[in-house]
Nanobody, 125 residues
Framework: QLQLVESGGGLVQAGSSLKLSCSAS????????MAWFRQAPGKEREFVAG????????DFADFVKGRFTISRDNPASMLFLQMNSLQAEDTAVYYC??????????????????WGQGTQVTVSS
């Protein structure tokens, strides 16, 4: 089993930045494609950004392109999401996810086997 724990969320003003972290334990996270998803109140969970198992290929949702970056530190079993120019619409619970079946990232949440408990990001306008 792979355990994922997110951190770094908080309350910030619009235009600010936050960096989310996801710590993986239990197995070597370098064998997994990983991603960030988010879920806002009353909305379905949606893909934010993903990274293949090697950390080379990335994918971003259109609404975060140019504002968010994703990276991973495989030796440290960490995944990061740098969020810049935050907007009120970015308010959500952000989840880290890992897929044992894929090498490349995917935007389908059903492709991910492991999930963290989430970290709240609130952006005030």
């Amino acid at each position: 089993q792979l355990q994922l724990v997110e951190s770094g969320g908080g309350l910030v003003q619009a235009g600010s930045s936050l960096k989310l972290s996801c710590s993986a334990s239990g197995r070597t996270s370098r064998n997994y494609a990983m991603a960030w998803f988010r879920q806002a109140p009353g909305k379905e969970r949606e893909f934010v950004a993903g990274l293949d198992r090697f950390g080379f290929d990335t994918d971003f949702a259109d609404f975060v392109k140019g504002r968010f970056t994703i990276s991973r530190d495989n030796p440290a079993s960490m995944l990061f999401l740098q969020m810049n120019s935050l907007q009120a619409e970015d308010t959500a619970v952000y989840y880290c996810a890992a897929s044992s079946r894929l090498q490349a990232t995917t935007a389908r949440d059903s492709d991910y086997d492991y999930w963290g408990q989430g970290t709240q990001v609130t952006v005030s306008s």
